[in-house]
């Protein structure tokens, strides 16, 4: 974590990038003692997550490798932990982007962390 990269997320703060925030979602995945982007859930709420998650991983995977543009950053479809992790810089920053293209995956977020301060917020253009 490189105070830099802290600054430059701090001077565009909807850009949808927080490496902060972005570490402390690998702290929270591993809380449960694997590094697989599923944090600790209530067990009743796991399946749910699964499903969703490696099915809007799949589909986001799919994108990538294809060529296609994605709203969410690339780095994501690197493995099941950096698709939480970047997910959650999504939620935190720029939650609108989230909820357009992967509307299982903010749902997931929004219930595991609460709203985003960001929400119903659209992007601001220069």
């Known amino acids: 974590l490189s105070w830099a990269d802290v600054q430059a997320d701090i ?6 990038f927080c490496v902060a925030v972005h570490e402390m979602a ?4 591993v809380l449960d003692g694997a590094l697989d982007g599923t944090p600790p859930l209530p067990r009743d709420w796991q399946r749910q997550w699964a499903r969703d998650f490696q099915r809007s991983y799949d589909a986001f995977c ?3 490798d294809a060529g296609r543009d994605t709203a969410i950053d690339p780095y994501a479809a690197e493995a099941p932990e950096e698709f939480f992790a970047v997910a959650t810089e999504y939620h935190f920053s720029a939650p609108h982007l989230l909820e357009r293209d992967m509307p299982e995956v903010a749902a997931h977020l929004r219930r595991f962390y609460g709203p985003s301060p960001f929400a119903g917020q659209a992007l601001q253009q220069p």
């Open 62 to 64: 799919a994108r990538v």
């Open 11 to 16: 001077a565009d703060p909807q850009a949808g």
């Open 26 to 29: 690998h702290k929270i995945d």
